[in-house]
């Protein structure tokens, strides 16, 4: 079981990853327009459609690896406190009443919206001759498709936590560097830290 719970969230990861590019292209999209725009004298009208699609699609597309991080917003002022089979009800609950409805819904009336998007041939109408709305409409089934399976796994996660009473292991990712945890690691204190030249720290 746990072999399957760290392949939903290595595709999660993947996706997620893949996607994040978007970010640079973006950055250069829009380095590019403004450079465009004032130093050339000749902006591009499609730029703003296409900055919204590209930042929509990597949000979307990172929603499925934020949930396999467990990286989402939680009001856990009281939750952290809570022993880990406490945590693992109140998640599965929350995750049937809640996040499965919710993201079913979100692929059906997706689904619906790329759909028809597709076969109207629908472009964007912000600008004349905008670009294709219906890839990017594309991107809201697919990604609740990808998030409902990271779901499922947290499920899973749940029912397990609730059996052994601890959570079950997570795929290792990249994390903000502690630095406390960085000087113990190394053997360092804030007093060597303090005496060391400069060149050396």
Not at 9 to 23: A, E, N
Not at 57 to 64: H, I, P, Y
Not at 90 to 97: P, R, S, T
């Amino acid at each position: 079981m746990q072999n399957l719970l760290f392949f939903v969230d290595r595709v999660s990861s993947w996706v997620g990853q893949v996607f994040s590019w978007l970010i640079v292209a973006l950055t250069f999209l829009i380095s590019w327009e403004v450079f465009a725009r004032y130093v050339l004298n000749s902006p591009n009208p499609w730029a703003f459609d296409l900055m919204i699609m590209a930042y929509g699609t990597a949000f979307m597309m990172a929603g499925a690896y934020t949930l396999a991080k467990s990286g989402h917003v939680r009001g856990d002022v009281l939750y952290g406190f809570f022993p880990p089979r406490l945590q693992a009800g109140l998640d599965l609950v929350l995750y049937i009443v809640f996040f499965i409805p919710g993201v079913v819904a979100l692929v059906w009336a997706g689904y619906t919206y790329a759909a028809e998007s597709m076969a109207i041939n629908e472009h964007s109408t912000l600008t004349a001759n905008g670009p294709p709305l219906y890839p990017f409409k594309m991107v809201i089934p697919i990604s609740g498709a990808l998030l409902l399976l990271q779901g499922f796994a947290e499920i899973i996660r749940c029912i397990a936590c609730l059996r052994d009473g601890a959570w079950p292991p997570r795929e290792r990712d990249v994390e903000e560097v502690d630095v406390d945890q960085l000087r113990e690691m190394v053997h360092v204190n804030d007093t060597d830290a303090a005496t060391r030249p400069e060149g050396q720290r």
